[in-house]
């Protein structure tokens, strides 16, 4: 376990890479006529293999996100390119769902009808993707609730629901961002081990965005570190050997899950305190 050296890549092994980018520079043009624009992250090399989950950590206002929306389409790089199994994306990411931090369920429809218009805008019929919505359903414990909305299910609820809401459309990348952000302690293992036992069935691309240094060992196959911003950048590649299938209750106590936290950990630390210093002098 250690450090990772990116390297590039080409022909074959670039289309064996579900998310590809190289060299991504992403800066916003300020607001104000005659300021300097901001860079978000600079000179980023980050692939993702095709079935590999790949979590970023870093402190507040690193870029994590910035880098997840130009995996999706909804952010052009300033510099560098971004590719999709070996082709350069323009414009959104049609083989990435997208489960954002804040919920995207329609507050007047039911789960099931939440989970089914993916595929009824796609023109699948209404029949039919009412019944693959109600088998999603039961894929993530909420048989019994297809039936009520979004009110009157819990936080936890909620977030299975928008889970299949994504995955019914059976995408080839699952970009995650802070999805369990919200939710408790225990509600959060709960849906980090459902998150698991889907991917572990179907193994798709998954670039997972989260501030919990623990929650992402325990779910990633490699861990990717970045800088404090502004300009932000990778700093360290971690893979995590500790075996598969996970719990990720029981993988925690393990004492390799501990040493890798510490040796993560030792690098993530300046960079949250470099954060906050900045944070702290701008008060």
Not at 150 to 166: E, F, I, N, T, W
Not at 259 to 274: G, M, P
């Amino acid at each position: 376990m250690g450090v990772v050296a990116a390297q590039p890549l080409t022909g074959d092994a670039l289309r064996t890479r579900a998310v590809s980018l190289s060299g991504v520079r992403i800066t916003f043009a300020a607001r104000e006529s005659g300021a300097l624009g901001f860079t978000a992250v600079e000179n980023v090399d980050l692939d993702v293999a095709d079935g590999e989950f790949v979590a970023i950590v870093g402190p507040t206002g690193c870029g994590k996100s910035t880098l997840l929306n130009a995996s999706a389409g909804l952010l052009n790089p300033s510099a560098g390119t971004v590719r999709i199994f070996g082709e350069p994306l323009n414009g959104l990411n049609r083989q990435a769902g997208y489960l954002f931090q804040a919920e995207a369920l329609f507050p007047w429809k039911t789960a099931l009808d939440n989970v089914a218009i993916g595929l009824e805008v796609a023109g699948v019929g209404s029949r039919e993707a009412r019944q693959r919505a109600r088998d999603w359903l039961g894929r993530v414990g909420l048989k019994a609730f297809a039936d009520r909305y979004p009110h009157m299910l819990s936080g936890g609820q909620r977030k299975r629901v928008g889970l299949a809401q994504v995955l019914i459309r059976d995408p080839k990348i699952l970009l995650m961002d802070e999805p369990f952000g919200p939710l408790d302690a225990q509600t959060r293992q709960i849906m980090g081990n459902l998150l698991l036992e889907l991917w572990h069935a179907e193994r798709k691309a998954v670039l997972f965005v989260t501030h919990d240094l623990e929650e992402a060992i325990a779910l990633a196959d490699r861990v990717v570190i970045m800088s404090a911003g502004p300009a932000s950048r990778i700093i360290g590649e971690w893979r995590v050997e500790l075996p598969r299938p996970r719990d990720i209750m029981e993988v925690r106590v393990q004492p390799a899950f501990h040493a890798l936290h510490r040796e993560i950990w030792s690098a993530l630390k300046e960079e949250v305190v470099k954060t906050y210093r900045e944070t702290e002098g701008a008060a």
